[in-house]
């Protein structure tokens, strides 16, 4: 379950775009135990709704035979004018 993010107004409207990297940790659930920002898109409005975003999908969990296991993966989230909604 990815769902893209909601393209902040303020962003939008001021013509920015980015991409954030996010490093999660999935845990054995395949839900989101931690977040963190590896690279900034350079805005803090993008960079908060890919949290925001990110935080509410759920993962297929990192196995290590048949155990399921927790995992850091990265995620590049991009933001570009062009997808955004009005």
């Known amino acids: 379950y990815s769902p ?5 107004h303020s962003a939008r409207q001021e013509g920015r775009e980015g991409t954030v990297v ?4 999935v845990d054995e659930e395949g839900r989101s135990k931690s977040l963190e920002v590896n690279r ?6 993008l960079d908060k709704a890919a949290i925001e975003t990110v935080r509410r999908w759920r993962f297929h969990s990192a196995r290590y035979g048949d ?12 933001f570009h004018l062009t997808e955004a909604k009005d």
């Open 4 to 8: 893209k993010p909601e393209y902040p």
């Open 22 to 25: 996010l490093r999660v940790l």
């Open 40 to 45: 900034s898109s350079g805005f803090e409005a």
């Open 67 to 78: 155990k399921r296991v927790e995992s850091w993966v990265r995620i590049p989230i991009e």
